[in-house]
């Protein structure tokens, strides 16, 4: 079936539905969010400046879903540079296809945590895609899954031979590596 569709059509679709995930992810925990805040503000300030708290915390998570997408084309541009490095023939846009088809198992991911902070009713707990332990997110189901399915579609999408896509695959482990890294340690910042 995928064979029969062009990669424009896979790629838009993809990036649509990761689209639907991050805004419904996005959605899940707003509510919480700003119960997280007014409860840490106390209850005297509840009403003072709610319109620009509903503002700011919209204006971040649509920050958030930005990034998503700036991550995206940043990953398949350096999947491509590193296929380029290796000798590939293929054009930037089959890597970016190949980076976007691996992020769409991070939007099933956000699609079950979606779910899963729509149906706690407990404000204070916000289940989000970085766990608090950083050995939980390096050995993450999803992270190993994608890992997979990027060799795998690498057979299917690029000229590059299996040793080849294995260094290719490499160099996806470690900018996923990198951003885990950077989130963890950011997330200690904020």
Do not use: H, W
Not at 3 to 25: A, D
Not at 47 to 58: A, H, L, N, P, Q
Not at 92 to 113: C, E, Q, R, V
Request: glycine share 6%; with cysteine; proline share 1%.
């Amino acid at each position: 079936m995928i064979g029969q569709l062009s990669n424009k059509k896979i790629f838009l679709s993809s990036f649509f539905i990761i689209l639907i995930c991050s805004l419904l992810f996005q959605f899940s925990i707003s509510d919480k969010v700003l119960q997280s805040y007014y409860s840490s503000v106390g209850e005297n300030t509840y009403d003072i400046g709610e319109k620009s708290v509903r503002t700011i915390v919209m204006f971040l998570q649509g920050f958030m879903i930005f990034t998503t997408f700036v991550e995206i084309l940043i990953g398949g541009f350096l999947l491509f540079v590193a296929a380029f490095i290796l000798g590939t023939k293929k054009p930037k846009k089959i890597y970016l296809l190949l980076y976007t088809l691996t992020s769409l198992i991070s939007a099933f991911k956000m699609l079950i945590l979606s779910v899963v902070n729509y149906l706690t009713a407990d404000s204070s707990l916000i289940y989000s895609a970085g766990g608090t332990s950083l050995s939980l997110q390096l050995l993450e189901p999803f992270l190993l899954i994608s890992i997979a399915a990027l060799y795998a579609a690498a057979g299917k999408l690029t000229d590059l031979s299996k040793g080849k896509r294995i260094i290719l695959t490499g160099c996806f482990v470690l900018l996923k590596l990198f951003t885990i890294f950077l989130n963890y340690f950011m997330a200690d910042k904020i």
